[in-house]
DNA sequence: CAGTGGTCTAGACCACAAC
DNA sequence: TTGTGGTCTAGACCACTGG
């Protein structure tokens, strides 16, 4: 048989697309055990290769549950998946178009209250780096930043000013991570936040608060404090 | 040559794997531009496939940036990826071992205000269904829930009742979604969830603002209010 | 125009899990 | 034991994009 053009065969994605229909409008409801990858590529007319890619394409979008020998079947609901690309805040700021200014409010090596200690897994007499600092959009605080650094794992940190270049930045060009856990959640202005976010003390305030670890290390702990209003938006 | 038992080939996860590691310990640091695909499966000792696949994978994660003609390159800092596997409050609950439980406090059809007609897109006279109901953990209350439905998108709203089925399982198993929006934030109880939640009124509440369309027509919108002390949690 | 990633194919072996 | 998805290979054409 005569090799037909790229553009004239059927793509992964056209196959994905298709399917999807079928879960939503289509005869394949939740529930439906589907055929197998080899009639599926049969029928819709390609390789076993690109039905497989297709399909993972679709399971990973979270409409399906894929087993050996079990088979593939339509989740009963759609797993809801959010992904949200946590941007650095330079960046957010700037492509909001307003100008980016940084000040450093505190810095100082000190040991940490308990709860960052439990958080972090460190011992009480751990060395860590306390810094607090402020993200500006022009004239405006858009975010407050306290952040604990493990000295003990990453001894440069003592040597850094931080004056100019952020925790985050210098983080991110000094050392990898290999696992992180963010939480998002509500807290109450305390009076840091009212002072240099210009928040009612008592007032919510939208929270990050991420972890990060490299080999088994703790790294960081930060608390990331937004301004009035925010929201952390994704569509898909 | 003679086929390798597949326990002895390389995996694309082990070729990832590697590249991660040469990223982030290794000689490919920040902005370095990797070998093309060709040459780095033949280094790696594999097809040219599955060094594709290795690559795509990592950048997925976020490493790299590919382009045709261009090449591979390291993006300057990793993009940070975090993915919420938005749960249903009902396998939420149950989950954390406690009993589910749920109570439909108000059911009417109403005109929306005006920010929710102008978050959804609909006109000032579209008949929406207003539902406000409570998601209990045992005996406490864990999530409250402001609903509005599109009534002219989806007339079969308003024959049901909701007394027993909740909003969301009844949308999940009538109709599908193509677009969603979700918005994380920080707000202040006000008096319903004072009332239902257990909150003083002013305190934070942590809030999931939820829209979904299925093609270009509004289906609902959902506020959610969860307990105090709640957050949203992901690793990787 | 030319180089790089994007994708498809046909065939093969394997791992997992239900039986 | 057997059926299903997971993955690898070798080869091929194509689409995008920088020069």
Redesign the interface.
Known sequence: MTQMKASDRTTWREIMAEIVRR???GPWG?GTLLPGEVEMARTFGCSRTTMNRALRAVADQGYLDRRRKTGTRVRL????????????VRDEIEASGAPYRYALVQREVAVAPKWVRARMGVEADARMMHLVCVHHAGDRPFQMEDRWINAGALPLVLEQSFAVVTPN?WL??TV?F???????????ADAAAAEHLGHVA??????V?SATWWQDQAITLVSLFYHKG???????
Chains 1, 2 share one sequence.
């Open positions: 879960i939503t409008d939740p609901s759609p797993r809801r998946l959010a992904r949200f690309e946590i941007p650095m930045e991110i060009a990898p290999s696992q992180v856990e963010i939480s998002f959640l509500a807290c109450a008592g007032e919510p305030v939208f929270t608060e925010y929201r952390m938006t994704t569509r898909y």
